[in-house]
């Protein structure tokens, strides 16, 4: 095949082109970082899972930092702390002391600024792109070439915290300071930025930010995240890996799939982060789990339409000039179908139909036979009043002496019976006749009842369909109920019904022939029998299920399984009729056998074979020639 020819193939493929955008969303989102958010909001509450209490870091606090800073830091050098740093938003004098820090005065050392992961300050930035020597590298020999996520293991009570006041009375003890790293800072203003992070949320105390990140870089917790391409790869896994089962799985196992999978995740996630000191970006990974369950959805219902919609035509191709049944209540007026019923069972002079108007207790003509709806004499549309109440009362159709119809023939009877289904007055049908000498009156009326009873409930059951359609197919019922267009379903359901009245009227058609007929496959199984051959096997005791097509032919023609093998596959190869003589009993039969096969006209049935059945046919002798006789 040339790669042309190829590529014209695929294109055809939407599946394939769907799948592929699939893996091209997984390339986007790592690109754009589209789902960083999913990722921060896992990260956010995993880390409010675990606590610990130990910490090398203490926070002091000063409501006049300005003022007393130096005091302060004169105070805790005498504690022998591993360092001091003091954090102010203005210049301050810096005494020249060892291990104490000054990073917001002119000097070589800054704090760098906790960036924003996604609305949550979490991340410590690299160290190549700070413009100036970060504190921390000073003191802890820190040197991240990657940006890497603070650990809030930390409990918040657990943070070592006092005020300038304790410290300069001597209020707490040398094990609190001694060897700690001391941060320095003003005491946090009421109308200060809230923190959103892990723990602090809600907090409004931005040296709490900095006391975490120094506890992490201290403790050596500082949590990586997962290599970009690494991630790109594993998510191609997980796409490619998820594909296979939820197609392979009902729609249920694969939501439970699904949702599964997040507290595995979230296990997983939990697992790297307390004893790897690794993120996974389990929020892309549990998104693009619910997009491939969607993906797959949405293709595999796109699929599916496209299937039946293959189906139905391929079925509304077979049925065309075949058999395509109208259903009387989905014609646009019930009547035509009335009108040609009644013309050919009845024999009648005149006949009118009136309708009964909706919620209204008047009559309107609709449509006649044999004359015309102005050749009605009767100027009364109320059916409360004669000839129609006299109708109702009885129940029936009734002679009526008044004349309804304009020239009324010599010896021409008139009639009136209602149209009354469920105590539902639905109409009423006029209708005359010239008896002649073998009318029976009697009998007249007693047909007419049955086909106004008929006509009445066919009329009930129309009115009933179209209400509800009517209030069905209203937009805001449509909108509602997701029906604003009609479902493949509805069209595959019609199109089966039309076959399936196709098949009920042939097995009618089979069932009444008067040949006792049964209907082998190529492996010599029974697939269909007729009322005659069931009263036929009944008849010489033959359990025919039982029984294979040599079996039958072997029985009923006593022949040799040899000979009746060679007879079948006469039948078969050369799809033949054959006659032969058959005998149960005294009873003479021909017995007809056929190969079923398919025509020119049905092609690619799929089959190996173009006979597709055996059929064998049982003609009663006597019946035949006293048929002949008469």
Not at 39 to 47: G, H, K, M, T, W
Not at 93 to 105: F, G, S, T
Not at 476 to 494: A, G, M, R, Y
């Amino acid at each position: 095949m040339s790669a042309v020819q190829q590529l014209l193939r695929l294109k055809n493929l939407r599946a394939f082109w769907l799948t592929l955008s699939l893996f091209c969303v997984v390339l986007l989102s790592n690109m754009f970082n589209l789902f960083q958010a999913s990722n921060a909001f896992f990260y956010q509450n995993l880390e409010s899972l675990s606590h610990t209490q130990q910490t090398n870091v203490v926070l002091i606090t000063s409501d006049r930092l300005t003022d007393n800073h130096l005091q302060l830091v004169e105070k805790l050098v005498e504690y022998q702390p591993r360092a001091i740093v003091v954090l102010a938003n203005e210049t301050l004098v810096a005494p020249k002391l060892e291990n104490v820090y000054y990073p917001y005065a002119e000097g070589e050392y800054c704090v760098p600024q906790i960036d924003n992961w996604a609305t949550y300050q979490m991340r410590i930035p690299q160290s190549n792109e700070l413009e100036c020597k970060s504190i921390w590298q000073q003191i802890f020999n820190y040197d991240a070439e990657h940006v890497q996520l603070i650990d809030f293991d930390l409990a918040v009570t657990a943070l070592p915290k006092f005020s300038a006041e304790r410290v300069l009375n001597v209020d707490v003890m040398s094990e609190q300071l001694e060897n700690k790293i001391i941060i320095i800072g003003q005491k946090a203003a009421a109308f200060n930025v809230f923190i959103h992070a892990p723990k602090v949320d809600g907090l409004n105390d931005p040296l709490l930010l900095i006391a975490y990140l120094a506890d992490s870089i201290d403790k050596q917790t500082t949590v990586k995240q997962l290599n970009n391409l690494l991630t790109i790869f594993i998510e191609l896994a997980l796409v490619f890996v998820l594909l296979f089962s939820f197609q392979k799985l009902s729609l249920i196992y694969s939501f439970i799939i699904a949702l599964n999978s997040v507290l595995l995740w979230c296990l997983l996630g939990y697992f790297f982060i307390e004893f790897s000191q690794l993120f996974i970006p389990i929020g892309q990974y549990i998104v693009l789990t619910f997009i491939t369950l969607f993906w797959v959805i949405v293709v595999r219902k796109m699929s599916e339409d496209n299937e039946l919609n293959t189906v139905v035509n391929n079925i509304q191709q077979k049925m065309m000039g075949r058999f395509i049944p109208q259903s009387f209540i989905e014609q646009a007026s019930p009547w035509d179908p009335i009108i040609q019923l009644i013309s050919q069972q009845l024999d009648l002079e005149k006949s009118i139909f009136l309708a009964r108007k909706e919620d209204d207790h008047r009559v309107v003509e609709i449509r006649a036979i044999n004359c015309n709806l102005d050749d009605i004499q009767e100027m009364r549309r109320d059916y409360k009043r004669t000839p129609y109440s006299k109708a109702l009362k009885s129940l029936g159709v009734v002679q009526i002496t008044r004349p309804f119809f304009t020239h009324i023939k010599e010896g021409e009877i008139e009639f009136m019976a209602p149209l009354v289904y469920a105590g539902d007055v639905r109409g009423f049908w006029a209708l005359s006749v010239i008896p002649n000498k073998y009318f029976n009156q009697q009998a007249f009326e007693k047909n007419v009842n049955k086909f106004a009873a008929q006509v009445a409930e066919l009329l009930f059951h129309y009115h009933i369909f179209k209400t509800t359609q009517a209030s069905n197919n209203s937009l805001l019922n449509q909108l509602l109920t997701l029906k604003l267009h009609e479902p493949i379903s509805e069209q595959v359901k019609q199109s089966i019904n039309e076959m399936e009245q196709k098949l009920t009227t042939l097995e009618m058609v089979f069932n009444h022939t008067r040949s006792a007929t049964v209907l082998f496959n190529l492996f010599g199984q029974v697939i269909q029998t007729n009322a005659s051959l069931e009263q036929f096997a009944k008849q010489h005791q033959l359990a025919i299920f039982e029984m294979t097509a040599l079996d039958l032919l072997c029985k009923s023609c006593d022949l040799d399984a040899e000979i009746a093998k060679g007879k079948l596959r006469y039948i078969t190869l050369n799809k033949a009729e054959v006659a032969l003589p058959a005998k149960f009993g005294e009873q003479d039969y021909t017995l007809n056998i056929k190969a079923l096969h398919t025509d020119s006209s049905q092609a690619a049935s799929g089959e190996p074979f173009q006979v597709s059945g055996i059929l064998f046919e049982f003609i009663d002798n006597h019946v035949a020639r006293n048929e002949g006789q008469g």
